[in-house]
């Protein structure tokens, strides 16, 4: 026995299972929770699970003011907030690759395998601090956004050899660049009395790579930091991914509303009495 195709029917569970996307959105945000194995990871990094609490910009940035003592940078006094910030990053996330998922921007999420798979990979600060861990890219996307948002000038620090890539920051005060990494955690004791030179200065100190990354990577250093290229000052590295994210993350929350001002403008041009020629001398 044949079914007839019902158009109507169709479209009304089309916009009824379309609700379910925003809902999804509303009842699970995510939220950065303390990882099951707490105690392996905080022998290897200074994450610490009371940092949690902070899940966007405003508080970031309001916590390390507080630390601070200010809501503005002191005059000469950058490297202070500069490593205090930094300080803060480290200790918020540890390492791993955070993702949209379903409930979460479920559009980039859904949509990304069909475009490029790596646009699932959160890329907005805001979204990166929902998680408790990120990458060194998105550590430092965190941090990009902070310094940008405190009228500092940064580059990133790209690495990448046969050992895969690394994302790293300089930070340009007293007209010269001064390197961080919030993800690989170096040892600032070593740095911060030479006034945190820049990778430069670094890598052409003997042994002094290898003394800040000691214990902090399996690797060679030396071999590891050769060779890295610096981006523009203060460029979004992923102005596309953002892009693409906020369009996603708005559409996961307002679905059903364009998909029923598009059967509107279906229906209306339907309905429009078509132009003929007729009448025409």
């Given at each position: 026995?044949?079914h007839?195709?019902?158009?109507?029917t169709?479209?009304?569970?089309?916009?009824v299972?379309s609700f379910?996307?925003?809902?999804a959105e509303w009842?699970?945000?995510e939220?950065?929770?303390?990882?099951?194995?707490?105690k392996?990871?905080?022998?290897?990094e200074?994450?610490?699970?009371?940092l949690l609490?902070?899940?966007d910009m405003?508080?970031?940035?309001?916590?390390t003011?507080?630390v601070?003592?200010?809501t503005?940078?002191?005059?000469n006094d950058?490297?202070?907030?500069?490593?205090q910030?930094?300080q803060?990053?480290?200790?918020?996330?540890?390492?791993?690759?955070?993702?949209h998922?379903?409930?979460f921007?479920?559009?980039?999420?859904a949509l990304a395998?069909?475009?490029?798979?790596?646009?699932?990979?959160?890329?907005l600060?805001?979204?990166?601090?929902?998680f408790s861990y990120?990458a060194?890219?998105?550590q430092?996307i965190?941090?990009?956004?902070a310094?940008?948002?405190k009228k500092?000038?940064?580059?990133?620090v790209g690495?990448g050899?046969?050992?895969?890539g690394h994302f790293?920051?300089?930070?340009?005060?007293n007209?010269?660049?001064?390197?961080?990494?919030?993800?690989?955690?170096?040892h600032?004791e070593?740095?911060?009395?030479?006034?945190?030179?820049?990778?430069?200065?670094?890598l052409?100190?003997p042994?002094?790579?290898?003394s800040v990354?000691?214990?902090?990577?399996?690797v060679s250093?030396?071999?590891?930091?050769?060779?890295?290229?610096y981006?523009?000052?203060?460029?979004?590295?992923?102005?596309?991914?953002?892009?693409y994210?906020?369009a996603?993350t708005l559409?996961s929350?307002?679905?059903?509303?364009?998909i029923?001002?598009?059967g509107?403008?279906?229906g209306?041009?339907?309905?429009?009495?078509k132009?003929t020629?007729?009448?025409i001398?």
């Amino acid at each position: 026995m044949k079914h007839s195709f019902n158009k109507r029917t169709f479209l009304l569970s089309v916009v009824v299972i379309s609700f379910f996307i925003p809902l999804a959105e509303w009842i699970r945000p995510e939220r950065p929770t303390p990882p099951a194995d707490l105690k392996l990871i905080q022998q290897l990094e200074r994450f610490s699970p009371s940092l949690l609490r902070i899940d966007d910009m405003t508080g970031l940035l309001q916590y390390t003011d507080s630390v601070y003592g200010h809501t503005r940078i002191q005059p000469n006094d950058t490297m202070r907030y500069v490593n205090q910030l930094a300080q803060v990053i480290k200790m918020r996330f540890y390492h791993g690759y955070s993702y949209h998922q379903f409930g979460f921007n479920t559009i980039g999420w859904a949509l990304a395998p069909l475009i490029k798979s790596d646009l699932s990979a959160t890329v907005l600060p805001d979204h990166i601090l929902k998680f408790s861990y990120a990458a060194c890219s998105q550590q430092s996307i965190v941090f990009f956004e902070a310094l940008t948002l405190k009228k500092l000038t940064w580059r990133k620090v790209g690495l990448g050899n046969q050992q895969g890539g690394h994302f790293a920051t300089e930070v340009w005060w007293n007209k010269q660049w001064h390197f961080y990494d919030v993800n690989k955690e170096p040892h600032e004791e070593l740095l911060i009395p030479r006034d945190r030179p820049s990778l430069e200065r670094i890598l052409n100190t003997p042994g002094l790579i290898d003394s800040v990354y000691a214990d902090r990577m399996n690797v060679s250093p030396s071999a590891f930091f050769q060779n890295p290229t610096y981006g523009e000052p203060n460029k979004n590295p992923a102005p596309r991914g953002g892009l693409y994210q906020r369009a996603t993350t708005l559409l996961s929350y307002t679905l059903p509303i364009w998909i029923l001002l598009v059967g509107w403008v279906v229906g209306w041009l339907k309905k429009r009495p078509k132009q003929t020629n007729a009448g025409i001398a």
